[in-house]
């Protein structure tokens, strides 16, 4: 016999495997196939390793045991829900990761209803003719922005791409090199306009460009000139850029295209919350930009989406582009779309409707509260831990508003028989799943996106997290 034939002995056969306790558990689940094919898998896999050296064949893992865990495992995620609920104890709002805002109760009442039935998608009860998909939004967004049209697509980083790509194909875009964004994944601006046949031109330096430098690049390969909101970085120091406002008239003198991308983009003003002036989608739209992107799930607290509105002409071309259909929502986002836009008609309501808006406008002092019950819960409880109310900040989170810190209080957890990797680790394998922030071999549970409802529920994990009930 070879050595290597000799090695392989050391492996058991499937049906060895498949006897085991871990896989037979799985049966009343699971079709006998279906662990088969895992126990085979599985079984290859240390085939492989033990040929390359990376396992002895003396090695715990190779027994008939091991290898069913292993196999049972790879099993898992055809049994439970891998997207699913998570209690976000950040204090980042939008979390991308966690898949930014939550929504409004309105919005999920209407996706409900949109989705067990059939619906108006594309249909006009007027007439009783084919419809439009975006007139169920461009009317409100038309109302909330002031513009003359509106179109929505997947998402911003669509939206920006379709813009650019039925707007500006074989030509020119200026772009200041200060504005060049990564938004995290593969966006990336100078890329977006390569992908739609976009020249870039860049002017300016990172730090600082001029309208001259603006004036000075346009030539007869000029569309558009286009502005990006730095959405996730800042640049700090000896700066200046030019805003649309400036660049108005340069594309009115040329005939180009002002087009800026907003990012988060935000409906209504957000200074009473303490988040810093921006100007809003209504008042870009006034100040005469010819074509305005922006975000559905960002500022918006909407479905993820990407809303574009501006002059009539120019989303009319964009909504006839092929791409256009290539990128356009689903019914259920824009279900929650346009619920999420018309609590926007009334502001004075939007605090008590919008979720991230009430997160926004969370008191400090209620926060310390919050916090302090929880620890007064969990004291009670003498877990092997040590519990301090401590000062925190919360963030606005995708890639908003980098440098914001909201002022807020947080409850942090220090384990004293074990590593707080360990207990993070622990906490994220429950149902919800708990995320809190690991910060100097702490945990820190914020609780400003932490719903009155998730409350209980957060200290019930904690508490059997922290005793070590899984
Ligand atoms: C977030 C962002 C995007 C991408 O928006 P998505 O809705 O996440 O696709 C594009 N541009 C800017 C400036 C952004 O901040």
Known sequence: MSGQQELLRSLPAVDRVLREEPLQRLLTQLPQDVLSSAAQQTIAKFRGKLLDGTVSKDSEQLKTRQIATAAAKLCQPLLQPSLRKVINATGTLLHTNLGRAPLAPEALQTIASVAEGYSTLEFDLDTGQRGKRHSHVERLLTQLTGAEAALVVNNNAGAVLLALTALGKGFEAIVSRGELVEIGGAFRIPEVMEAGGVLLREVGSSNRTHLRDYQQAINEQTKILL????????????????????????????????????????????????????????????????????????????????????????????????????????????????????????????????????????????????????????????????????????????????????????????????????????????????????????????????????????????????????
């Not at 983009?265 to 870009?284: H, I």
């Not at 040590?386 to 409850?411: N, Q």
């Open 227 to 470: 502005k990006v909101h730095t959405s996730n970085y800042r640049i700090v120091g000896f700066t200046s850029d030019v805003a649309a406002t400036e660049l108005l008239p340069l594309a009115k003198e040329n005939g180009l295209i002002l087009m800026e991308d907003l990012g988060s983009g935000m409906l209504c003003d957000l200074t009473p919350f303490g988040l810093p002036y921006e100007p809003t989608v209504a008042e870009t739209v006034k100040a005469g930009v010819d074509v305005v992107t922006f975000s559905g799930d960002k500022l918006l607290g909407g479905p993820q989406a990407g809303l574009i509105v501006g002059g009539a002409e120019f989303v009319k071309k964009i909504a006839r582009h092929p791409l256009a259909r290539a990128l356009r929502i689903d019914k259920l986002t824009l279900a929650a779309l346009e619920s999420t836009l018309r609590l926007y008609l009334q502001p004075d309501q939007l605090l008590q409707k919008l979720p991230i808006m009430r997160m926004f406008a969370i008191e400090p002092e209620a926060q310390k509260q919050r916090c302090q019950q929880l620890l007064e819960r969990l004291a009670a409880e003498n877990l092997p831990v040590e519990l301090t109310l401590v000062k925190d900040f919360a963030r606005v989170g995708g890639g908003s508003m980098p440098l914001v810190e909201l002022p807020d209080w947080a409850l942090q957890i220090r384990p004293s028989g074990e590593s707080v990797d360990r207990l993070a680790r622990r906490l994220r394998s429950f149902f919800p799943a708990v995320i809190p922030r690991v910060q100097n071999d702490c945990l820190m549970i914020n609780l400003r996106a932490v719903t009155e409802d998730e409350e209980g529920l957060l200290g019930q994990i904690l508490m059997a997290g922290i005793r070590g009930e899984v």
